[in-house]
């Protein structure tokens, strides 16, 4: 199940738009495999971030509310790229889109739905140092020669 439909994208973009953006084939109406390849994008994208969270729940019953508003963005987005002009507004869009599923995929925020706790991911971050090590070589006097190497 799609997180968007196309109903959500023309409550942002009009139906000249939508067209001007997908009509590949001059046909004057928009091109339904467009939308739905944006849509079917938008959504990937949206697994991508915040499966490690809630892969214990998905593929959802019913979408929760913010993540049809975000694929709605990103797929809005996804169609200005397909025709290379990207207005600011989308481009912001998206960027809050993925600046919250980033969060909502380190368990940070919430997108609204309850799940298990023995299947929720623990996400700190992890820091790994080690101690310097000195690296040598024989060289021996007065040859200016290293040996061992190959």
Known sequence: MA??????IEKKISEDTLIDLTDDNDTGSVNDNVMDQAIADADTEIDGYIAVVYSSVMPF???PR???KYSTDI???NLYEHRKKVTDWAEKAYDSAIAFLKLAGQSKTSIGLDI???SQVKTDDVEIRSNPRKLSYNVPKNTGRMTGFI
């Open 66 to 68: 913010i993540l049809q």
């Open 3 to 8: 997180y968007t439909t196309r109903a959500e």
């Open 116 to 118: 298990p706790r023995d």
């Open 61 to 63: 019953s019913s979408t």
């Open 75 to 77: 797929s809005v987005k």
